[in-house]
């Protein structure tokens, strides 16, 4: 340990230091786990001698990159963890159009630095959001309809090894690697950049529309027909909500629970009008679209949802949102147990279905959404209740949805949903893995097993 702090630039924080509380904290407040050594890593150099470190003295590592995963996989128990935070940095070609990102960016660094050129990334919703864990698990969110997932967009990447090798994986060299990583999280390395295209995007007209609870049926059989017609420049996700009492949001909708559709439309902006008259139609209680620049719709939900809260996640992806399905989710979105607490309903098609399932580790793009519900609140006291209310969501809605689910939405749950999740890709993704982390030092994540490591390593 003295001469690894010796060879980092970042330094050591370990249990007992003043600020290893603060250090520990991540998007999930409902994870707590205790690494015996967290590596602020400031370049790659430091993040090679971490690496070996943890290879050397078998020690569990764990990848933290912007530390929003729902399952608390940015840290582990006793370990070590790799702490990118500190590998901030954007830079911007526009004559290209290409950005290269440090692994420990969120997505607010991104659009800052792209929206001034006129450029965006197709990433997620919430602006704080790291990069490293958003692209490796695929990317769905405002964008992805029209330009597909982040990894549609990702050009190379820069990463660590198991063994402390340093590689470039792109279409060119390490191509295996390349197609393992769209999509197959942090299985085969630590992520230290990331090159992107970009595309043009600058004003968007978004924002959310929102319809009285009582007619979620009438609006979710409408959105299930209308949305996958619709241009491909509108991107629209469902959500139940109870309606936050604050500014834009008018008092006598506050905390209500309704159903809404948050938009974002990236044609031409004289079109607007006819788009989204179909949705006007429908006698929204609430129509709140407008022209803004994307990297506002982008941190609009970043207030509401700061680092700190108590998560419970579930998903799964969904081919076909039928009555039943429709009338169970409105029956759950009746009990919504607490304001922050949310189901939403992320389109998967257009550009995404451009892309064949075995051309990247993503493997559900022929699902027309990915599904998430999650319990949320800022006290503990409400752990279990929104916990309780989450899995008895998901169970009774996971009948009529597929076997998988986006891998950014799962926690910790087992072997057969991970395989389930990379269905025809899995076997690929094992032959990578075994290429690259033969011995399964990068576990902590939904991870690929090895083939001769069979479960994976004990933790130390």
Known sequence: M????????????RPGDADYEEACRIYNAMIRKRPALIARCTDVADVIATVNLAREQGLTLAIRGGGHNGGGLGLCDEGVVVDLSRMRGVRVDPNARTVRVSGGSVWGDVDHATHAFGLA?????ISTTGVAGLTLGGGIGHLSRRFGLTVDSLLSVDLVLADGRFVTASAEQHPDLFWAVRGGGGNFGVVTSFQFRAHPVDTIIGGPTLWPLERTTEVMQWYREFLPAAPEELNGFFAFMTVPPVAPFPKELHLKKMCAVVWCYTGDPARADEVFAPVRALSPALHGVHPMPFPVLQSVFDGLYPPGLQWYWRADFVRELKDEAIARHAEFAERLPTMHSTMHLYPIDGAVHRV??????????????????VGVDPSPEKAQAITTWAKEYWDALHPYSEAGAYVNFMMDEGQERVQATYRDNYARLVQVKDRYDPDNLFHVNQNILPTARGPAMPKA
């Open 121 to 125: 990334v197709p990433s997620g919703i």
């Open 2 to 13: 003295e001469q690894l702090r010796a060879q980092l630039r970042g330094g050591l924080v």
């Open 356 to 373: 064949a399932p075995g051309d990247t580790a993503f493997s559900y793009r022929d699902a027309r959404w990915a599904e998430v519900i």
